[in-house]
C-alpha cells in the first residue's frame, strides 16, 4: 500500500523568501509523485508530476520539486514567494495503473508581505 | 477548452432531501472521482469510476451514489442517509484509472440546513 505525509498543516513565509513544503511518501514500488494547488473555493491544479524521468522536476509559477529515492521525499520549493502563491498545496502518490490515487492531508502557505 | 465542469458552484437544501450534484468532462478520460473535502480534512474519497456503466465505492460511499452512463458525466447524489452532507464536493477525472494525473473540476459547495 502507499501513502503521503505532509509535514507542516501551516507554512508562512514572508515575501521574497524560499518557499519549503514538505512531502514524505510510502510506496512498495517506484510512485508516481504529483504536487497539486488549491486556491480558496476553487477545484485543485496540477503544479508538477514526478514520473520516473529526471528528479528535479519543474513544475507552474515557478515551483519545483526534487524526488529523492533515498530519503522517500519529494518536497516543493520555490526561491521566491509571492503573495500570488498564498493557497492549499496537496502532495499525491500513485502506482502503476490500476491503483488508487493518494492525497496528502494539505498544506496551507501564507505568505507574509 | 477541454476541462471538467460542475454545476452548480453554491447549493442549498433542506434536511432530509436528496441532492444531485453534477459533473462532466470533455477529456475523453475513462476514469472520474468524487472526492469530499471538509476543513483540516485534505481530500477523501467518496466513488469513483474507471469505466462507463462501471463504479466502486471509495472510503466514505455511506450516503451517496453515483451513476456512469456515459463517459462524459458521472452525477454524484446526496441522500438523506448522509449525516453530515455540508462539505465542498470536487469531482476529477484522469485518462486512465491509477497512474495519471487527475483533473479537477471547480468544486460545488453543499449547505444543508
Known amino acids: 500500500a502507499q501513502s503521503v505525509t505532509q509535514l507542516g498543516s501551516h507554512v508562512s513565509v514572508s515575501e521574497g523568501a524560499l518557499v519549503l513544503l514538505r512531502c514524505n511518501y510510502s510506496?512498495?514500488?517506484?510512485?508516481?509523485l504529483f504536487w497539486y494547488v488549491q486556491y480558496p473555493n476553487q477545484g485543485l491544479q496540477l503544479l508538477l508530476k514526478?514520473?520516473?524521468?529526471?528528479?528535479l522536476v519543474k513544475g507552474i509559477n515557478g515551483f519545483e520539486a526534487e524526488f529523492k529515492k533515498s530519503e522517500t521525499s519529494f518536497h516543493l520549493t520555490k526561491p521566491s514567494a509571492h503573495m500570488s502563491d498564498a493557497a492549499e498545496y496537496f502532495c499525491?502518490?500513485?502506482?502503476?495503473?490500476?491503483?488508487?490515487?493518494?492525497f496528502g492531508t494539505g498544506t496551507s502557505l501564507t505568505v507574509i508581505p | 477548452d477541454g476541462g471538467i465542469t460542475q454545476s452548480p458552484k453554491y447549493l442549498f437544501r433542506k434536511e432530509g432531501q436528496n441532492v444531485t450534484l453534477s459533473c462532466e468532462q470533455n477529456?475523453?478520460?475513462?476514469?472520474m472521482y468524487w472526492y469530499r473535502q471538509d476543513p483540516g480534512q485534505g481530500l477523501r474519497l467518496i466513488y469513483y469510476?474507471?469505466?462507463?456503466?462501471?463504479?466502486q465505492k471509495g472510503d466514505i460511499a455511506e450516503g451517496y451514489s453515483v451513476s456512469r452512463e456515459k463517459k462524459e458525466s458521472f452525477p454524484l447524489t446526496v441522500t438523506s442517509a448522509q449525516k453530515n452532507p455540508t462539505a465542498f464536493y470536487l469531482c476529477?477525472?484522469?485518462?486512465?484509472?491509477?497512474?495519471?494525473?487527475?483533473?479537477f473540476g471547480p468544486g460545488t459547495r453543499l449547505t444543508v440546513t
Open positions: 476529477a477525472s484522469s485518462r486512465t484509472f491509477g497512474s495519471y494525473e487527475q483533473y
Open positions: 510506496s512498495s514500488v517506484p510512485p508516481y
Open positions: 514526478y514520473t520516473s524521468a529526471a528528479t
Open positions: 499525491a502518490v500513485s502506482v502503476s495503473t490500476g491503483n488508487q490515487f493518494y
Open positions: 477529456l475523453n478520460h475513462d476514469a
Open positions: 469510476s474507471q469505466i462507463v456503466n462501471d463504479f
